[in-house]
């Protein structure tokens, strides 16, 4: 199947300090990719669906200026996440999807952000 | 809009035993629907997929789900249990307009020896 690479793995921020967290479709080219986040022990929430060239759309209750969102190729999205506080520790996953309707999404192998 | 119900939490099967997670939707239309496991600290790998045509799916890792419709269920089954699936399983349905994905709760399995 298709590859998503989505790095860094596990990232510590201070308060206050911005994080950066990149997913590469490494061998298609990925018209849409989205962002979940995932509390433990719960299920993946949907933060935003990120369209190359685009802005990102945000689900209700995510704050856009917090979460910044860029997809600025076929193959990248980042995902920023601006003055960290300890509530955004979490686990953020990026999926990508090919244009292609009836195709999966594949998943990045996530990115665990703790904020001290 | 669409939801997704996975009614256990925690499921417990001895290794080689049979397995069935369960796993029902809501959805206006024809959904496309996809389990996935997730182990811990790590990314969705893909199980098996229906969107559309025989209503039982064979996956990977010998797993298989049949989509109910009268039910609306796709739950998932596998005839014997290995100590490596234990893992997390999502069940979710995709939003064709959006293609973006809701997820049930998930299913923690843990295997006996």
Redesign the interface.
């Known amino acids: 199947g298709a590859v998503v690479s989505q790095h860094p793995s596990r990232v510590i921020c201070k308060s206050g300090t911005s994080v950066k967290i990149e997913c590469r479709s490494l061998d298609f080219q990925a018209t849409t990719m989205f962002w979940y986040r995932q509390f433990p022990k719960q299920s993946l929430m949907l933060m935003a669906t990120s369209n190359e060239g685009s802005k990102a759309t945000y689900e209700q209750g995510v704050e856009k200026d917090k979460f910044l969102i860029n997809h600025a190729s076929l193959t990248l999205s980042t995902l920023t996440v601006t003055s960290a506080h300890p509530e955004d520790s979490s686990f953020y996953i990026c999926s990508a999807r090919l244009w292609q309707s009836n195709t999966e999404a594949f998943f990045g192998q996530g990115t665990r952000l703790t904020v001290v | 809009a669409q939801s997704v119900t996975q009614p256990d939490i925690h499921i417990t099967v001895s290794e080689g035993a049979s397995l069935e997670l369960r796993c029902n939707y809501s959805y206006g239309a024809t959904p496309?629907l996809?389990w996935?496991v997730q182990s811990p600290?790590?990314?969705?790998?893909?199980l098996l997929?229906y969107?559309?045509g025989d209503t039982l799916v064979q996956g990977i890792k010998g797993f298989e789900a049949e989509f109910k419709r009268s039910q609306s269920s796709f739950n998932l089954r596998k005839p014997s249990v290995h100590w490596s699936d234990a893992a997390e399983y999502?069940c979710a349905v995709e939003d064709?307009g959006?293609?973006?994905?809701?997820?049930?709760?998930?299913t923690r399995l843990q295997v006996q020896p």
């Open positions: 496309y996809f996935y600290g790590q990314g969705l790998q893909l997929k969107f559309s999502f064709t959006r293609r973006a994905l809701t997820f049930g709760s998930g």
